[in-house]
């Protein structure tokens, strides 16, 4: 120690006690830190409990973009091995991951289904955070059950696998009680906070597809691979499928509220922009949700709103392990989450701000 550490020691008996405590509580800290890192895992999760455990919400890195150009698409268009049954006031919901509509989106989705309409929901990551397909499965069961507890029903889902005419294979849950909801897994590589994907995934995912720097993607389930047009076909093929009048989607890169948000909610919101003209839904059809910046934003949802959507996301969250939490007052003490579950901010085409 040095000399003044030293004279502090002789002099104040009680300055020792303070120490012994405070290196107690730091050894105490240093355990739950490890052991909360050996739970989660290496890589991904444990950036994501760093980001959890800030006082604000976890911010992604912003990575330029390359435009996306979709190719001329056929018309007539084939029917498609995924088409679906028409429903009442369709909305095709396009999200990155696995809890982005619950988180995001509610209660606008959970309302639409409460009055009948039909949800055609896909998701083009795993959400796997490198943690590979039984963790990305986890999270898709915590969506069906949160979307059991939206429509009010626990009946058995159904799974199909289904080859696009794109080339791509994807994976369907469909209730066996209700044919209105469809949830449609493309299962590509999550590509992380920081747009650099994971070791356990070739640290690739849709920003390099969409930028070049990757010229395949390969889901983790080990469907065929994607090319960047391939994955704009598949997109495409889902949205004539699903017969959709309206669109729920991420917010796309370039528009101001995606900075800060997740780099792959942006490419998502990118990818359905860049689509959605060439399959003949009107611009104005499109919603676009703010995604983590959001918390950046005023409280919105509030009351008995907000504990309807609190009990949707606990219901995901007891099956993901990485956000689980015990009750509705642990969910919205987790930093970020209390934040993004307390708004809701959706924006059509020309409020998004493009830069």
Not at 30 to 43: D, E, F, S
Not at 120 to 145: F, I, K, P
Not at 288 to 303: A, M, T
């Amino acid at each position: 120690m040095s000399d003044d550490e030293a004279s502090a020691h002789e002099g104040a008996p009680d300055a020792d006690a303070a120490r012994a405590r405070a290196r107690r509580r730091t050894i105490t800290r240093r355990a739950a830190i490890a052991g909360g890192l050996t739970v989660l895992g290496l890589g991904g999760g444990a950036l994501l409990y760093r980001q959890l455990r800030r006082s604000a919400g976890p911010e992604g890195a912003y990575v330029p973009l390359a435009p996306i150009v979709p190719g001329a698409l056929a018309s007539p268009r084939p029917l498609s091995p995924a088409a679906e049954p028409p429903g009442r006031e369709t909305t095709l919901a396009v999200w990155a991951h696995a809890d982005d509509d619950i988180i995001f989106a509610n209660p606008a989705l959970a309302g639409a289904l409460r009055q009948g309409s039909t949800i055609r929901a896909v998701y083009v990551t795993a959400g796997d955070g490198g943690r590979g397909l039984e963790y990305a499965e986890q999270r898709e069961a915590g969506l069906r059950a949160a979307y059991d507890r939206m429509r009010d029903s626990a009946g058995p889902w159904e799974t199909h696998t289904i080859d696009l005419l794109s080339g791509a294979r994807v994976t369907r849950f469909v209730p066996s009680d209700d044919a209105r909801l469809s949830i449609t897994m493309l299962r590509l590589p999550d590509g992380n906070l920081d747009a650099t994907g994971f070791a356990a995934t070739g640290n690739a995912g849709l920003t390099q597809l969409i930028n070049g720097a990757t010229p395949r993607l390969s889901p983790i389930d080990g469907a065929p691979a994607y090319d960047l047009s391939m994955l704009l076909e598949t997109i495409a093929e889902l949205a004539d499928a699903s017969g959709a009048q309206k669109v729920a989607t991420n917010i796309p890169h370039a528009s101001a509220y995606a900075r800060g948000d997740h780099p792959d909610h942006s490419c998502v919101g990118s990818l359905v922009r860049a689509v959605v003209p060439k399959v003949g839904i009107p611009v104005d059809a499109v919603s676009y949700f703010v995604g983590y910046p959001s918390q950046h934003e005023p409280v919105n949802i509030e009351g008995a709103t907000l504990d309807a959507k609190v009990g949707i996301y606990e219901t995901y969250a007891a099956h993901d392990p990485v956000v689980t939490c015990a009750d509705a007052s642990a969910c919205l003490a987790q930093p970020g989450f209390g934040q993004w579950l307390r708004r809701s901010y959706p924006k059509k085409d020309d409020e998004l701000r493009m830069e």
